[in-house]
């Protein structure tokens, strides 16, 4: 964070200082975990589910936070910014911040879409840090509380904030973009994600199209081509528009794609710049719209030609559990894409197990578990996604929760398919039957919406079978530890 005084922020967000100098200074970003905290930061006390994060005031100033931002008084050796709410205080403070910064030169791009949010976000941010210092989004916190603590984190020396953007219903995004306007703002795609929170798909576009909607005359709309309410989304902003696809008429565009035996993409890229040989060292046909997107921001940021070729060869992938591919010493092939899904996103990680099982060469076996937020489409939508399954040729079929059932619905209706499919209570049960099937060169897909196949995915990666240790769902819980609360917005799938 930028440096600012006790007295500055506390003007910002509304705010009673007590115990506190008014010309003290915060000089490190804004930290909702006290173990986090550095020299100079500003500790954020939320009252947790579990603990109340007040506990941690004292531990977090004898870390070395300036001081605390919080709802009560923690006692004359905690100096405090106290307001009615830490968490909404939070977009004033970045507000502030973000004016500031982008009044000094500091380029933000916004990114949203239905599905490949997080992954597009790290793939600009890559992009982005070749060309000087980059803050992005960790993760997927993509809400209206990672959104400000991310834009807490830019500093004097920082040039880019690459900042996703979820939403979960109308006016969220337009909110976002009212803490920290971004000057470029992308959207990938519009599908079938958190319908519950909409009345139509339509309403989604309505809704991801605040991005452009709010973008300033001299900014630019990164449009994807290939997504036709996307692409309409041209009619509703002032800024310039930028297309990216695969489709003839799109400024950044892929042509002559082809995919390794590992799922790379490799193509052609074609900017006004000329073409230039792109191979990509991600998982995935989608990554070819993802990265597509990604060079659009990056030839506004300046990056063009073989330098922006190579640098779209070296993306690799960031945040976990996200088309993660790897090998075990067993000779088996696991596609950790177990963070979240939707039937779009859920769709392109079959074709990619359909990929790398090579056309039936090897045993693919997707483990899938519920797509949630679907609302009353959940039942066709989890249908959809056995079908494909079955029109893919996927062998064995693990369906985790009853919940999920029409996944396995769907792809027995389909009388063609030679595959089997087993309806398991839960993650448990799906490890158990895993550890009896599982043979040298299976291929294994893990997906399904947030925490339903974590276990799955960490029992796979273990080196052994036994003593698992559940890594993705511990890790959150520890997020807890100081009264977070765990809001996930609108999360990558």
Not at 125 to 139: D, E, R, Y
Request: avoid cysteine; charged fraction near 20%; charge should be negative.
């Amino acid at each position: 964070m930028i440096p600012l005084t006790l007295a500055e922020i506390a003007e910002a967000v509304g705010g009673r200082l007590v115990h506190a100098d008014p010309a003290a200074q915060v000089t490190g970003p804004a930290e909702y975990d006290s173990r986090e905290i550095v020299a100079g930061g500003l500790f954020v006390a939320f009252p947790g589910e579990h603990v109340d994060g007040h506990d941690f005031g004292a531990r977090a100033v004898a870390a070395g936070a300036a001081a605390v931002l919080a709802t009560r008084d923690m006692g004359p050796d905690v100096p405090a910014i106290l307001v009615d709410d830490a968490q909404d205080a939070l977009a004033p403070l970045a507000r502030l911040v973000g004016r500031r910064l982008i009044e000094a030169g500091l380029t933000v791009v916004g990114l949203t879409g239905s599905s490949g949010k997080t992954t597009t976000k790290d793939m600009v941010a890559q992009l982005a840090a070749t060309l000087g210092p980059t803050v992005a989004t960790a993760g997927s916190l993509n809400n209206e509380l990672g959104f400000p603590v991310t834009a807490l984190r830019a500093t004097a020396e920082t040039k880019y904030l690459v900042l996703e953007m979820g939403a979960s219903g109308h006016g969220h995004i337009r909110y976002l973009n009212e803490i920290v306007q971004p000057r470029i703002g992308v959207v990938l795609n519009v599908s079938m994600s958190h319908l519950g929170g909409y009345e139509s798909v339509d309403g989604i576009a309505q809704a991801k199209g605040e991005m452009v909607e709010d973008l300033p005359a001299g900014g630019v709309a990164v449009l994807n081509a290939d997504d036709a309410r996307v692409a309409a989304m041209a009619s509703r902003t002032g800024a310039r528009v930028v297309f990216f696809g695969e489709s003839a008429g799109a400024d950044v565009r892929a042509e002559d794609v082809t995919l390794d035996e590992r799922g790379r993409a490799s193509y052609t890229l074609v900017t006004p710049d000329g073409r230039v040989p792109v191979s990509l060292g991600m998982t995935g046909r989608h990554m070819v719209s993802n990265s597509l997107a990604a060079a659009a921001v990056a030839r506004e940021l300046g990056l063009t030609g073989t330098a922006l070729a190579d640098a779209l060869g070296a993306m690799r992938t960031v945040s976990t559990r996200r088309m993660d591919v790897f090998d075990r010493a067993d000779g088996v092939t696991v596609i950790d894409d177990s963070y979240n899904a939707n039937p779009s996103s859920t769709a392109a990680a079959l074709r990619a197990l359909a990929t790398l099982a090579g056309d039936g060469r090897r045993r693919s076996i997707a483990v899938l578990g519920q797509m949630r937020e679907l609302g009353e489409h959940s039942r066709d939508a989890h249908a959809e996604v056995g079908r494909l399954v079955a029109e893919l040729g996927v062998d064995r079929l693990l369906v985790v929760d009853p919940e999920a059932a029409p996944i396995a619905d769907g792809a027995r209706s389909e009388q063609m398919w030679k595959g089997e499919s087993v309806l398991l209570a839960d993650q448990s049960a799906a490890i158990a039957a895993l550890r009896d099937d599982l043979r040298p060169g299976d291929v294994v897909l893990v997906k399904a919406s947030r925490y339903r196949t974590w276990k799955v995915a960490d029992a796979l990666r273990a080196a052994e079978a036994d003593g698992v240790p559940l890594t993705g769902e511990t890790a959150l819980r520890a997020a807890e530890a100081d009264g977070v609360p765990l809001t996930t917005g609108d999360a990558d799938a």
